[in-house]
């Protein structure tokens, strides 16, 4: 049976929430954009009173930020976005990404985050497999297709691709921060929490700091 690494990205691999990252990146501060900046508190505070869902939220968020740029395509911004990603992600972590490639597991990068930065990001680093939310791109926006790749979701989308009667799960690796993680975290044998005390919640949970 095969065995895998599955690595989450936000808070994992970067110690960030990437969507946090592309506004800080992104958005335009000027009078002009004021209407923009009331938009995307009047969208954080939906989510967070959960009046929207994840899946609404990044969406509009992201379209958001985008609208407050004037000189850039987002065919500019996409290249972009994930080299500046790229320089983020923690040195630990690539020691046990190559570790693991290294011993021959197929690594999967899993993560509820979206498709259009972390594509370069999985060829860069060499994974395997990318599971995460997708998107397409229409007349200039970015629009989540099908799922957001997270909780349950996430697990079953991981099972569709790797069986539970084809895959090593005693002896395969998952490494995340996310406490709504925990039912992944279950499937594995090696499990771990990052930079993140959800391990002590989870007795079969092992914690791990990588800078």
């Known amino acids: 049976m095969g065995l895998i690494a599955v690595f989450d990205f936000d808070g994992t691999l970067i110690k960030e929430d990437s969507i946090v990252l592309f506004f800080r990146r992104y958005y335009k501060y000027s009078l002009g954009n004021t209407g923009i900046f009331l938009a995307l508190v009047c969208e954080t505070i939906k989510f967070f009173m959960k009046i929207n869902s994840q899946k609404q939220f990044k969406e509009k968020f992201i379209n958001l930020v985008i609208s407050s740029i004037k000189n850039k395509s987002l065919e500019e911004i996409i290249p972009d976005f994930s080299k500046f990603l790229l ?17 021959g597991f ?40 099908g799922e957001n790749c997270y909780g349950k979701n ?3 989308r991981l099972l569709a691709q790797y069986p539970k009667d084809s895959t090593d799960w005693q002896n395969s690796y998952c490494f995340t921060d996310n406490p709504s993680d925990s039912g992944l975290l279950s499937l594995f044998g090696n499990s771990f929490a990052v930079n993140n005390k959800l391990a002590e919640k989870n007795p079969g949970v092992k914690h791990l700091v990588w800078k």
Do not use: H
């Open 87 to 103: 320089w983020k992600i923690l040195k630990d972590a690539l020691l046990e990404i190559n570790r693991l490639k290294e011993k």
């Open 106 to 145: 197929e690594t999967v990068l899993l993560s509820a985050s979206l498709d259009f930065y972390l594509t370069q990001i999985k060829e860069t680093l060499g994974f395997s497999k990318l599971i995460c939310t997708q998107t397409s791109l229409i007349a200039g926006k970015i629009i989540i297709t």
């Open 154 to 156: 996430k697990i079953a």
